[in-house]
Nanobody, 121 residues
Framework: QVQLVESGGGSVQAGGSLNLSCLIS????????VGWFRQAPGKEREAVAG??????GTYYRDHVPGRFKISQDGTTVYLQMSSLKLEDTATYYC????????????????WGRGTQVTVSS
């Protein structure tokens, strides 16, 4: 069974940095595309960044290139976040799906429990 376990969230001042990690297990014959969604209070969950396990197919939401960087090493997917803004405050969820399209559409998607990121002024 696929399991996703996030870590690395926390509180940081605007302009600071945080690194998130998501350990993926049970995916030998499972999802191939992994990445991060986020959900702020009162807002819809939105895709932030994704990548294929093994590399390729990298996706970034419009407002994050240059500030966020996604990477993976086959068992863990990372999100390096820098120049954080107040609007980056949200619960960040790791998600995995068979393909990038499935991931974008949240079809056959596995989810982690989320990790909180709070950016303060």
């Amino acid at each position: 069974q696929v399991q996703l376990v996030e870590s690395g969230g926390g509180s940081v001042q605007a302009g600071g940095s945080l690194n998130l990690s998501c350990l993926i297990s049970g995916h030998t014959y499972g999802p191939n595309y992994v990445g991060w969604f986020r959900q702020a209070p009162g807002k819809e969950r939105e895709a932030v960044a994704g990548v294929y396990i093994g590399g390729g197919g990298t996706y970034y939401r419009d407002h994050v290139p240059g500030r966020f960087k996604i990477s993976q090493d086959g068992t863990t997917v990372y999100l390096q976040m820098s120049s954080l803004k107040l609007e980056d405050t949200a619960t960040y969820y790791c998600a995995a799906a068979p393909t990038d399209r499935d991931w974008q559409r949240r079809v056959a998607t596995y989810w982690g429990r989320g990790t909180q990121v709070t950016v303060s002024s």
